[in-house]
């Protein structure tokens, strides 16, 4: 049986930050254009943080019952190490998944906006078959794709959307830095993964690039955010904050570059997130005060 310890890292906390850097991003967007409410806000930040977590249960039970979680480098797999039951994790990543739903049909009600249920109903989808089915997207190098779309536009314009009634181009702008942000994780888990996954017949896309390439594509995808800092400031001054990131994201992106592998990349993981989080939460906070 797991232990709350171990049901707490199955959830991936080192994630979390592609869940709140999306809601504080699309709320400094909001707040830069005259609308801010706070309750859309907690909402939209309940929907965020229920999907990241579902999504990583279904993760780990869905590669845990293919067997591709079995020899892993990284955080612990609650099916792959044998610690929990795969019906159990199944379990956990519905309940965190139905909590999701249900924050987003009251986020749905409470902004007046129904149209967004088909919006929330389309991300759990996702959410589920990103490994889950019998053709997960995210065994096709489709994964980053997914994560720009749904971390990035949906969820910065969706929770800006929620409070002002539009997507203002601070919010686009916004959306952009997050989402190439939020790939940048999951490149940096991808590739140190790399090796397992081609072993398991999981093509992610660090696979299908191969190592080199995948190197160059998480470059790309920390510098042209912290390019759009400066193309939000030529709006927004306050904008510039974002470039605070800098401190978290060079150290990784130095390690990325010079070749490292395996569990030498575990910490990219982390400042990675950490970086999204700084970059979202100081682009928000420049934002609101321009």
């Keep these: 049986m797991a232990t709350v310890t171990e049901w707490v890292e199955g959830a991936r906390p080192r994630t979390l930050p592609t869940a709140v850097a999306p809601v504080l991003a699309g709320t400094g967007a909001a707040a830069g254009v005259g609308g801010f409410d706070p309750l859309a806000a907690v909402l939209a930040l309940v929907v965020s943080v229920s999907l990241v977590v579902g999504v990583n249960y279904a993760n780990d039970y869905s590669d845990g019952v293919r067997g591709t979680d079995d020899d892993r480098v990284g955080p612990l797999r609650l099916v792959g190490s044998g610690a929990a039951q795969p019906y159990k994790v199944k379990r956990a990543a519905m309940l965190c998944l139905g909590l ?49 779309v749904f971390f ?62 995948t190197r160059v594509l998480y470059a790309a995808l920390v510098v042209v955010p912290l390019g759009m800092t400066l193309v939000l400031s030529l709006r927004a001054w306050g904008a510039l904050l974002g470039l605070l990131a800098l401190i978290l994201l060079v150290p990784g992106l130095r390690r990325v570059l010079s070749g490292a592998t395996g569990p030498q990349l575990i910490p990219v993981l982390r400042d990675t997130a950490l970086g999204l989080l700084v970059w979202g939460a100081a682009t928000a906070l420049g934002l609101a005060l321009t």
């Design 100 to 148: 999701a739903a249900a924050a987003g049909v009251a986020l749905s009600l409470y902004s007046g906006y129904w149209w967004l249920i088909v919006v929330g109903a389309v991300c759990l989808l996702g959410a589920w078959f990103y490994t889950g089915g019998s053709r997960p997207y995210g065994y096709r190098g489709l994964g980053e794709v997914a994560v720009f």
């Design 152 to 213: 990035g536009p949906v969820a910065v314009l969706g929770t800006e959307y929620v409070q002002t009634g539009r997507a203002s181009g601070l919010g686009i702008g916004a959306s952009v830095g997050v989402g190439l942000l939020a790939c940048a994780v999951l490149v940096a888990n991808n590739l140190r993964d790399v090796g397992s996954d081609a072993e398991t017949g999981k093509r992610t896309l660090a696979v299908v690039l191969g190592d080199r390439d």
